[in-house]
């Protein structure tokens, strides 16, 4: 009985062994008595990277992206500018400006959307006080001449305007950031005696910009606006401070700045 049990039971499974093999034709024996080709896949070979094509698509967009800067884009800009710099606050209600303000920069780029700079700006302001006030109680000080310079390193982030209209993709707009020092000469004329006040006073400013193109890569047109904010050094000062409640003078010399740059780029 026990041998025949085992008959049937081996002949069972040879059936449903060939069953199996009707059913799913791809799954089967190969003639070299190995797994048929069609269940050998590359993903399961434990030496395979499975990455290997991702790792490629992305080397090669960099590439490419690289080949179109070096085609296409600008690598460094010198630029000349000449505007306005003006303030708010007590600063503002204090200070004649004497445009314009002069500009020098240096731009390298990075890739088409982003770029370094370094640059020196300086300007021209006034103040006149010809009452008496806290420092200068029996003799105003008259005429101040005011010399603002600073020097700056800026990061520029431009736009991607390619699936925009015609006239922004040439305008090239950017946004602009930048720290900054700046260093203030205030000259007593009136009261030649008087020793000049000069401080500096870290700053930092962010706004946005254009460039427009005189000739592609080589030369355009900027326009720059910035709001900054700064800590000058006699940003809290008292000697300017009116006297009694009603009097004339400033309580401080607290305020921001505004500044617009034309400027004349040159590209390479």
Do not use: C
């Not at 002949?11 to 799913?24: E, N, P, R, S, Y």
């Not at 000259?187 to 427009?212: P, R």
Request: glycine share 12%.
């Amino acid at each position: 009985m026990k041998k025949m049990r085992y008959f049937f039971r081996h002949i069972f499974f040879q059936f449903l062994l060939l069953g199996l093999v009707l059913a799913h034709p791809g799954v089967g024996y190969s003639q070299s008595g190995g797994l048929s080709s069609d269940i050998q896949d590359d993903d399961l070979d434990g030496g395979s990277d499975i990455f290997s094509d991702f790792n490629e698509d992305i080397l090669g967009a960099h590439m490419a992206e690289d080949e179109r800067f070096y085609r296409y884009g600008r690598f460094f800009s010198f630029a000349l500018a000449l505007g306005l710099t003006s303030f708010d606050g007590n600063r503002g209600a204090a200070y004649e400006n004497d445009p314009p303000t002069y500009g020098i920069g240096v731009y390298w780029f990075n890739d088409f959307q982003t770029s370094f700079g370094l640059g020196l700006e300086y300007s021209k302001h006034s103040m006149f006080i010809g009452e008496p006030v806290n420092n200068f109680r029996t003799n105003p000080p008259g005429f101040i001449s005011i010399s603002a310079m600073r020097v700056y390193m800026a990061y520029r982030y431009y736009m991607d305007t390619a699936n925009l209209g015609t006239a922004i993709t040439y305008s090239n707009p950017y946004f602009a950031g930048r720290l900054e020092y700046w260093y203030l000469t205030n000259k007593y004329v009136d009261q030649s005696q008087l020793a000049d006040d000069t401080g500096g006073g870290l700053g930092f400013s962010a706004g946005f910009g254009l460039e427009f193109p005189i000739k592609l890569r080589e030369s355009y047109i900027g326009v720059e606006l910035l709001y900054h904010t700064v800590n000058f050094f006699d940003k809290y000062t008292q000697k300017f401070a009116p006297i009694n409640d009603n009097g004339y003078g400033y309580e401080d010399l607290t305020g921001n700045v505004y500044s617009t740059m034309v400027s004349y780029v040159m590209s390479w």
